[in-house]
């Protein structure tokens, strides 16, 4: 319900700032990032009776980072046109996912939902943090991921090996070992998703 509401308004929201063009463009990109969260449910359903922990969230990891991808570039390929419409669909994807990891850090410590989803946020690579710093470091991490994924495949749709490739890197590093070494973690994710913005503004200049 919070998710919903917070979506409809980030919808108004797009809409007023933006107008209705490149808000539409970046509402899709909100829809794209719906639907992969949706596609991931079998996968969690069928990992989360695991009792391996590892096994678990290898399984996750991977499955979260191919399924993202390959939604992505369903959406490449049904609605975007160009690095103006690629920029918009990117940045709405990691809107929507931003929105979502803000909805659940309110909820974390007062609803067992938020408290499962968190958990299941954290092996697919969205680790929760209620720490301001922490937080944007990683809000500004996944815009670049998502914006430069969003720029390569609509360079071309064999780029789906390099950004599914590239998510299932950082989801594995996240849900093996940000709880030991989250600083590397997080660097590595940065320098993945850098990479990834510079190789699609490259591909696309």
């Keep these: 319900m919070v998710v919903a509401v917070l979506l409809a308004l980030l919808a108004v929201t797009l809409a007023v700032l933006l107008g209705i063009s490149q808000a539409g463009t970046a509402l899709v990109g909100v829809l794209g990032w719906l639907t992969a969260l949706a596609a991931r449910l079998p996968a969690l359903a069928t990992a989360g009776r695991l009792h391996a922990v590892r096994r678990r969230d290898t399984i996750i990891g991977v499955s979260s980072g191919i399924t993202d991808e390959l939604v992505r570039l369903a959406l490449v390929l049904v609605a975007v046109s160009g690095v103006e419409s690629a920029l918009w669909a990117g940045?709405?994807?990691a809107l929507a996912q931003l929105v979502f990891i803000a909805a659940i850090e309110l909820t974390t410590f007062t609803w067992p939902i938020g408290r499962q989803a968190a958990e299941q946020l954290k092996a697919q690579g969205g680790f929760v943090s209620t720490h301001p710093v922490h937080s944007g470091v990683r809000g500004v991490t996944a815009m670049s991921f998502y914006l430069g994924a969003t720029?390569?495949?609509?360079?071309?749709?064999?780029?789906?090996?390099?950004?599914?490739?590239?998510?299932?890197?950082?989801?594995?590093?996240?849900?093996?070992?940000?709880?030991?070494?989250?600083?590397?973690?997080?660097?590595?994710?940065?320098?993945?998703?850098?990479a990834l913005l510079l190789a699609g503004s490259a591909v696309l200049a």
Aim: hydrophobic fraction near 60%.
């Design 151 to 194: 720029l390569l495949l609509s360079a071309g749709p064999w780029w789906v090996l390099a950004t599914a490739t590239a998510h299932v890197l950082v989801n594995l590093g996240f849900a093996r070992q940000a709880r030991k070494r989250l600083l590397q973690v997080e660097v590595f994710g940065a320098v993945v998703s850098v």
């Design 91 to 93: 940045f709405g994807w």
